[in-house]
C-alpha cells in the first residue's frame, strides 16, 4: 500500500500574468522556416496563466522501500481544455509552425489526395524543404496571425520546432516527415478532452511528438488527454491498386465509395470532423475510414452523436474547406461539393449558406489543397470571425450575415494545405455543452 498526503498550495492568480503580459516583448530576430534552432513562441508568457483555471494541490506519494517521493499537481477547479463547438468565444488556441515543412514522397496515399497536375512537383521533389522563399513569406503571414489572434485576446500557443527531413523506419514502412503546420488535423477538442488523432499518412506518423509538451501540459493542469490506436500504416491500410487517374476519374471512385485507405485498422484524420454541442459531423474520406469513425463514436459514447455525411467531392479529404459550421444552426456549405444529407440540416431549421466562388487565382500554388480554403475560416465567436483579406466576395458574404470580418493575409501559407481552421486547433472557447441539431 502507498501512503498519499495532499497539501492545498496558493493559487499565483491573475495579478502575476498580468505583469508577465505588460512586461512581455514580441519582438525578436526571425529566423529562417528551414532553421532547426527551437525558439519561443509568440505567446511565451501564457504559460503561467494555467493558474486562472487551476489551484495547485501537492499530490506526495510515499513508496514501500525508498521513501521516495513524486509530486503532482492535479487540477481541482475547470480543465484548461474545453471547446464543445466551432463558434463560441475563442480563449486559447493552437497555431502550427511553418518550420521545416517538409515535402511529401510520392506514396499511393500521397497520389490519392493531391491533384494530378501536382504529381510531378511530388516525384521531384518529395523528401526535401518546400521552396525556401515560398516559406519565407508563409513563415510571416502566419506569425502575424499570431499577432492578430493575440490582439483580439485570445491565448496563443506553439508546437515544438522539429526536423520532419529526417528519414524513420518502423517494420511496416520507410519515410520522411512532412511538418507541424496543421493541428487541426491531427488534435480534435471534444469538452475537456483532448484526443492525438492516428493520422493516415505515413509522413504524418510522428508529427504527434511536435504537440507532446503541450499536451503533456494540458494534462497536468487538469484536462483529460487521449491517444487514439495508432494505426501499422502497412501496405494493407491502403488499396495499393487505387486506380487514380486523373480528378474526372476520382470523381467516379468516390461515388463508387471507393478510397486510398482500406478497413484495415482504424484511421482518422481530426479535420474530418466538425463539433456542433452534442452531434459531430464526419465524412469517410481518404485518410478517414469507418472503423475510425465507429472507434469514435465508441470512445465518446452516448453522450455525443456522430453523424457521417457524403459529399459529391472528387477528392474527400478534411471535412472543413467543404462543410464548415460558424453558428449555431448557421453552416457554409461548398457549392462546388454539395452534402447529399443537406436536407436534414434544413428540416431541423438550419440556415444554410453557399459560399462565394474564391477569388485566388490559377497561377498560385496550392501543393495540397483547393481554391475553397477561402471558406476555411475561424470563428472568433458568433459576431467575429478571421477571413483572408484577399477574399473580399467572401468578406462581403459575412457582412451581410451580420457578422464583422479580422481580414488577415495567409495566402502563401495556403499552399501548405490550409486555411485559418487547418492552421489552429481550438483548446478553449466560452459555453458549454448544448444539442443543436
Known sequence: MQAIRAFRGGCRGREPARVLMKNATL???????????????????????????????????????????????????????????????LEEVIVGRVDNATIPQFSIEVKANTADKQWPFFKAKGGQQFPSAHLQKAYDEVEEFCRVLQHEGVVVRRPEVIDFSKEYETPDFKSKGLYAAMPRDILLVVGEEIIESPMAWRSRFFEYRAYRPLMKEYFRNGAKWTTAPKPLMSDQLYDQDYPVESSEHRHQLAAMGRFVTTEFEPCFDAADFMRAGKDIFAQRSQVTNLMGIEWLQRHLGDEYKIHTLSFDDPNPMHIDATFNIIGPGLVLSNPDRPCHQIESFKKAGWTVVKPPKPVIPDHHPLWMSSKWLSMNVLMLDPKRVIVDQNEVPTQKMFERLGIECIKVNLRFANSLGGGFHCWTTDVRRAGDLQSYF
Open 27 to 89: 519582438s525578436r530576430p526571425r529566423p529562417r522556416p528551414g532553421h532547426n534552432c527551437a525558439r519561443p513562441g509568440y505567446a511565451f508568457f501564457h504559460r503561467n496563466l494555467s493558474s486562472r483555471y487551476n489551484h495547485d494541490v501537492k499530490v506526495t506519494i510515499e513508496g514501500n522501500t525508498n521513501h521516495e517521493t513524486q509530486e503532482l499537481h492535479q487540477s481541482t477547479t475547470r480543465s484548461p481544455v474545453r471547446s464543445f463547438n466551432e463558434w463560441d468565444t
